[in-house]
């Protein structure tokens, strides 16, 4: 396995941050310092400088948790936020070490994954490969056939400098309607339709990839079954 799989399917840094810790010369294998490219092999121990992370048979122990919660408006996906709300992580209190895939902001609410998987952590995250979400969006006006071309076509966000890509869209009723995105900017739902003069009342995530909120009831979590995973794992690439 390469190393820097291995540091991320840990849960202990994203494969790009296990680049540059290698490249620094802060990962060792054994008594070695690890190179960049460098393959792990069952019974080498890696550490962080001289502290120990781990080897490949821990892998094999780890047992793999992906949830999917229904996230409530005013919890925050962070480990810190200026308001002082209450963390995602601390709200679930799941028994096992997980983190969000991703981020839902404060004032939004819906599907939000969760896991130990530090490989699904990184196939979903990478805007390269395009993997959907959708969302419901309430506003505060009635919705015209101008707006709906201009979402689909991509918005200019002057905060981020950057023209959205083109999206799906349709018209649910006057105020509100139903969008599929293959990026995530940061708050790109709200900043897209404050570009085009609307205010976004109500957001909420329904789907990512093939997992859908269905009728998961605000603050519940439940377990991927295995067929959600083995087709979630089979479209990502993992």
Do not use: W
Request: with cysteine; aromatic share 8%; hydrophobic share 35%.
């Amino acid at each position: 396995m390469r190393l820097n799989k291995f540091l991320s399917s840990i849960g202990f840094c994203s494969r790009r941050q296990a680049d540059k810790y290698i490249e620094n010369g802060k990962i060792y294998i054994d008594d070695s310092v690890a190179g960049l490219g460098t393959e792990l092999y069952d019974k080498q121990k890696v550490y962080f400088e001289k502290t120990y992370i781990g080897q490949i048979d821990d892998l094999k122990l780890k047992q793999r948790i992906v949830l999917a919660v229904n996230k409530p408006r005013g919890i925050v996906c962070t480990s810190s936020d200026k308001d002082r709300a209450e963390n995602i992580v601390d709200f679930i209190n799941y028994p096992l070490r997980i983190y969000p895939v991703g981020r839902l902001d404060k004032d939004s609410e819906g599907l939000l994954l969760m896991t130990n998987d530090g490989s699904l952590v990184n196939a979903l995250m990478k805007a390269k490969n395009h993997h959907e979400k959708e969302y419901m969006v309430e506003v505060n006006k009635d919705i015209d056939e101008a707006f709906l071309q201009a979402m689909s076509a991509g918005v200019y966000i002057k905060e981020l400098k950057v023209k959205t890509r083109k999206c799906y869209i349709e018209k649910i009723s006057e105020k509100s309607f139903k969008i599929i995105l293959t990026q995530g900017l940061n708050r790109q739902i709200r900043r897209m339709c404050e570009s085009l003069g609307f205010k976004v009342l109500r957001l909420r995530r329904i789907r990512i990839v093939n997992i859908t909120l269905g009728k998961l009831k605000t603050g519940e979590y439940r377990k991927l079954s295995t067929t959600e995973l083995d087709t979630l794992d089979s479209l990502i690439g993992e």
